[in-house]
């Protein structure tokens, strides 16, 4: 399972992306960075803010972008010339939701093997869904944060984040579970660990002992021992001290046969 005292992911930094020139079509191309953006798209309440954004986002005024668990974060430049620090939040899994998608996946070849080829199965997430995991958001998931004047949530800055997450999301999936608070290295090494859990045979079981063979009766009476001569000893004192414990031994087990 997921130690609860694993180390902080580390968070990972991204190159700011040049001016890119606009296509027709959605912005984000998988379907799981159209959810992400759809889910912005959701909660805003000024679509004049998402075309500004997403201006922004073309125009290449997004910094650097470092994601880390439960954030991503980048200056923002305004048409003023003004930068902007920008932070978008998002829940982080709990360590119980961890382990009950680890255990999704693993439970599939298929997945960790999409995962690795930087793919995002839809089954994976219905079926991480169905074990109480959501991971992507939803309406009111993404808590953006700037440190502009504008009221809106998100602001223009915000949306501009926002939409080149999508793309980072496009690239790498990754990028989605390590915002949700596990990087690739523990994630995949727990991976690791399911996977040889479920091949490694099981201990072989000792069989049981069987049972000993019962005692053959005793009859007749106990043959006198026979105690050679030897200083100091009489004789039949000791074969009478070994009839009586010879006596006493058979009263035993003609008591408790077995």
Same mark, same amino acid.
């Given at each position: 399972?997921?130690?609860?005292?694993?180390?902080?992911?580390?968070?990972?930094?991204?190159?700011?992306?040049?001016?890119?020139?606009?296509?027709?079509?959605?912005?984000?191309?998988?379907?799981?960075?159209?959810?992400?953006?759809?889910?912005?798209?959701?909660?805003?309440?000024?679509?004049?803010?998402?075309?500004?954004?997403?201006?922004?986002?073309?125009?290449?005024?997004?910094?650097?972008?470092?994601?880390?668990?439960?954030?991503?974060?980048?200056?923002?430049?305004?048409?003023?010339?003004?930068?902007?620090?920008?932070?978008?939040?998002?829940?982080?899994?709990?360590?119980?939701?961890?382990?009950?998608?680890?255990?999704?996946?693993?439970?599939?070849?298929?997945?960790?093997?999409?995962?690795?080829?930087?793919?995002?199965?839809?089954?994976?997430?219905?079926?991480?869904?169905?074990?109480?995991?959501?991971?992507?958001?939803?309406?009111?998931?993404?808590?953006?944060?700037?440190?502009?004047?504008?009221?809106?949530?998100?602001?223009?800055?915000?949306?501009?984040?926002?939409?080149?997450?999508?793309?980072?999301?496009?690239?790498?999936?990754?990028?989605?579970?390590?915002?949700?608070?596990?990087?690739?290295? !523990?994630?995949?090494?727990?991976?690791?660990? &399911? +996977? =040889? *859990? /479920?091949? %490694?045979?099981?201990? @072989?079981?000792? #069989?049981?002992?069987?049972?000993?063979?019962?005692?053959?009766?005793?009859?007749?009476?106990?043959?006198?021992?026979?105690?050679?001569?030897?200083?100091?000893?009489?004789? !039949?004192?000791?074969?009478?001290?070994?009839? &009586? +414990? =010879? *006596? /006493?031994? %058979?009263?035993?087990? @003609?008591?408790? #046969?077995?």
């Amino acid at each position: 399972m997921v130690a609860e005292e694993r180390s902080e992911p580390i968070g990972t930094g991204f190159p700011a992306f040049p001016v890119t020139k606009r296509k027709p079509g959605r912005f984000a191309r998988t379907w799981w960075g159209n959810a992400w953006l759809q889910a912005m798209e959701d909660t805003s309440l000024d679509l004049a803010q998402l075309k500004r954004g997403r201006k922004f986002a073309y125009a290449g005024l997004v910094g650097p972008i470092t994601v880390s668990a439960g954030r991503i974060a980048a200056q923002v430049t305004s048409d003023d010339g003004a930068v902007h620090h920008t932070v978008v939040l998002v829940d982080r899994l709990s360590d119980a939701q961890w382990r009950r998608f680890l255990d999704e996946v693993a439970a599939k070849a298929g997945h960790i093997a999409a995962l690795l080829d930087r793919d995002m199965p839809n089954d994976l997430v219905e079926a991480a869904a169905d074990a109480d995991v959501t991971l992507l958001p939803g309406i009111g998931d993404l808590q953006p944060e700037c440190d502009c004047e504008g009221w809106e949530l998100p602001c223009t800055h915000a949306a501009a984040l926002c939409f080149q997450a999508a793309w980072l999301l496009d690239a790498d999936p990754f990028v989605l579970l390590l915002l949700r608070g596990l990087g690739q290295d !523990d994630l995949t090494e727990e991976l690791r660990r &399911r +996977a =040889a *859990a /479920r091949v %490694r045979p099981a201990p @072989a079981q000792a #069989p049981e002992p069987k049972p000993l063979p019962a005692l053959p009766p005793v009859s007749g009476p106990p043959r006198k021992l026979l105690v050679p001569p030897a200083p100091g000893i009489d004789p !039949d004192e000791l074969a009478g001290i070994a009839a &009586r +414990a =010879a *006596a /006493r031994a %058979r009263k035993l087990l @003609a008591e408790h #046969p077995g």
